[in-house]
């Protein structure tokens, strides 16, 4: 059998995985982006624990927290 027609179906077939892969490329970009916007949304929270935490702290009002430290009973 011939590896091409007179319709161009080789070239048609090439267009079709250049096609795949650049949707490919794509999708790994997309998801690159939302880890990226996901991580920096884990940041922030963190960060406002944080502030909320030391807030606490300062006010007196973290002796009854899950994780603080405790004396021995």
């Known amino acids: 059998m011939a590896e ?3 319709t161009g ?4 077939e090439l267009t079709k995985y250049r096609v ?3 949707a ?3 999708g790994l ?5 939302m880890f990226q916007a996901a991580y920096e949304q884990h940041i922030k ?4 624990g944080d502030d ?5 702290q300062m006010r007196g009002l973290n002796h009854d927290q899950e ?5 021995q009973r």
């Open 4 to 6: 091409t027609n007179v």
């Open 9 to 12: 179906g080789a070239r048609r």
């Open 20 to 22: 795949t892969f650049a």
């Open 24 to 26: 490919a490329v794509i």
């Open 29 to 33: 970009a997309g998801a690159g982006w």
């Open 45 to 48: 929270v963190l960060q406002i």
């Open 52 to 56: 909320t935490g030391l807030r606490l």
């Open 67 to 71: 994780g603080a430290e405790h004396g």
